[in-house]
């Protein structure tokens, strides 16, 4: 895979999103609903926002970030072992950005159902029980 070209192997096979002690929050990204006779916001997917760790970069993580959707994409969106990973349904995609000290990752999703699946993943990622 393109994509993991460079990135080592624990990169590869463990998610971004498993380092729960590195998310600062996690909050709706929202949008416009698409539909002309409601154009009120809809959820569009997930922002998850880390702390910057020493030797981190936005470059770097969108890298990781883009690894992940394509081995997703690759094993058919089916990965138990990952259950709480916000990129792991089809049809999302990410973007990160730097925020000054933190890292936002903003994740989309191509409809509704996948926004808020996606959503409820990574609120599981902050969730009290971990």
């Keep these: 895979m393109r994509a993991c070209g460079g ?7 463990m998610s971004p999103f498993s380092h729960v002690e590195d998310i600062e929050s996690v909050e709706p990204l929202t949008g416009p ?3 002309i006779k409601s154009p009120a916001t809809e959820t569009t997917g997930a922002i998850v926002t880390f ?3 020493e030797g981190m970069t936005a470059e770097w993580l969108q890298r990781i970030v883009d690894c992940h959707l394509a081995r997703n994409s690759s ?5 138990p072992e ?16 730097s925020t000054g000290s933190e890292f936002a ?15 409820a993943r990574a609120q599981r990622l902050t969730a009290p029980a971990r």
């Design 7 to 13: 990135i080592g192997a624990n990169d590869r096979a």
């Design 33 to 35: 609903s698409g539909n």
């Design 51 to 53: 702390r910057a760790v």
């Design 75 to 79: 094993l058919g969106h089916l990965l």
């Design 82 to 97: 990952m259950p709480d990973c916000p990129l792991v349904p089809k049809g999302v995609e990410a973007r990160v950005s």
């Design 105 to 119: 990752v903003r994740i989309r999703a191509s409809d509704g159902a996948t926004a808020r699946e996606g959503l």
